[in-house]
């Protein structure tokens, strides 16, 4: 099904990658969701074939080795690999925003030409150390330490959840650390929080076995242990102390490239959903034809359309370097809304084959909901435009 809509507004280089990334998606990464969901293996081939298309530079310049694109540009490639596979599309989200925009938004001229090249082409990966088993949405209670002795950090914690840490091509995680008492970028009175680059090889950083998980299943998500790592004092990432707020601005930005992959994902749930419906018969006539089910698919349809605005209008914000806080909440709440509502309606429309996992509306019910949870649940969304409207909390 063509959504002519989905093109509204895009020059005609956006378009072109719009059609590039969803040609590579159907012929490519649809084929192997399956196996790699079943497995619980991503997929380095398809990985590598996304860097030789560029995606992993696309909102980078071009003197770091990026594409000089902007982050419309990445919310369409990763709108566009959602349809048919979420935890690709993470993979590339959080690769970009996650891996490689910290290295360029507060990293040293040195650390940019470092890590900076292989990132963008796809031969790397790199993760964000943030959530702990008791620093969630409230970052700000991280337990992490990190403290310098002999010219080096000396680190000491775990970390949850972090995506792209433990692929055979992992080269780094940035890590969230105490690094002492007070400074600018404290979340609470008496504790400075840092960034510190550490190299998956260093001796004493463990990433533990990947977790089985609900959804996302292809993506790769470990725990990680730190205790004693050493690092040069050169692998402050960004000045001292300046870590919270850092990374909030990093949250912000990629709850922009979550809410295009929601947008994919409802959008994906949409088109199986009436294709399914036309092809489908119920009492002697196609399901299609049910106005209950017309009912239903045009919700689902309003509801994409909404999402992508949505998005659009916050990533054009940023792109512009405008105040884009409030419209990225928006834009991630909205669309992580739709792909769970198409999800769940997508599979009712599929009946019992919906709960089949070779079936793809399957799949995105089980991986929308990490959408309402990942980079700031939906309460924290809902925080941020409170307090956009004035609200003391």
């Known amino acids: 099904m063509t959504d002519d809509l989905s093109t509204i507004g895009l020059d005609d280089d956006q378009r072109e990658l719009a059609g590039m ?3 590579f998606a159907e012929q490519v990464v649809a084929p192997q969701a399956y196996e790699a969901d079943r497995t619980h293996t991503l997929n380095l081939d398809v990985v590598r074939q996304m860097g030789e298309m ?15 694109g902007d982050y419309l540009a990445l919310g369409i490639a990763i709108e566009a690999l959602a349809r048919v596979d979420q935890s690709i599309a993470i993979t590339l989200e959080a690769a970009v925003s996650l891996g490689a925009m910290p290295i360029h938004r507060f ?43 002999d010219g080096e950090w000396v680190i000491d914690g775990s970390k949850q959840f972090i995506t792209n840490s433990g692929t055979a091509i992992t080269r780094f995680v940035t890590v969230t650390a105490v690094t002492g008492a007070g400074g600018q970028g404290a979340r609470e009175e008496g504790k400075e929080i840092s960034t510190i680059i550490v190299p998956n090889s260093t001796p004493g950083f463990t990433v533990e076995p990947a977790y089985d998980k609900v959804g996302w299943r292809a993506s790769d998500t470990h725990p990680l242990s730190l205790q004693g790592v050493r690092v040069p004092e050169e692998n402050l990432l960004g000045g001292r102390g300046q870590g919270f707020r850092n990374f909030l601005s990093i949250l912000d930005e990629g709850r922009i490239a979550i809410a295009a992959l929601a947008t994919g994902a409802a959008e994906g749930c949409l ?20 106005q209950n089910a017309q009912f239903t698919l045009a919700r689902m349809r309003a509801r994409v359309h909404t999402a992508r605005l949505a998005w659009h209008h916050a990533a054009r914000l940023r792109d512009a370097g405008k105040p884009f806080a409030e419209a990225a909440a928006i834009a991630k709440l909205v669309a992580g809304d739709a792909a769970m509502d198409n999800a769940r309606d997508a599979t009712q429309i599929f009946g019992g084959n919906g ?8 799949r995105h019910y089980r991986d929308s909901k990490i959408l309402e949870i990942g980079e700031g649940t939906t309460e924290v969304q809902l925080l941020v435009i409170a307090r956009a409207l004035g609200l003391a909390g």
Do not use: C, I, W
């Open 54 to 68: 560029g995606l992993f530079g696309l909102p980078f310049p071009e003197e770091h080795g990026g594409q000089g």
């Open 21 to 23: 990334v969803r040609d």
């Open 271 to 290: 088109e199986a959903a009436v294709d399914y419906a036309k092809q489908r018969t119920v009492f002697g006539a196609a399901l299609s034809t049910r």
């Open 107 to 149: 990293g040293t001229d040195a650390q940019r030409a470092e890590y900076l090249p292989s990132l963008l082409a796809g031969e790397q990966l790199a993760g964000f150390g943030l959530t702990e088993p008791e620093a969630g949405s409230d970052a700000g209670a991280t337990r992490t330490t990190a403290r310098l002795e």
């Open 355 to 362: 709960f089949m996992n070779e079936y793809a509306v399957g």
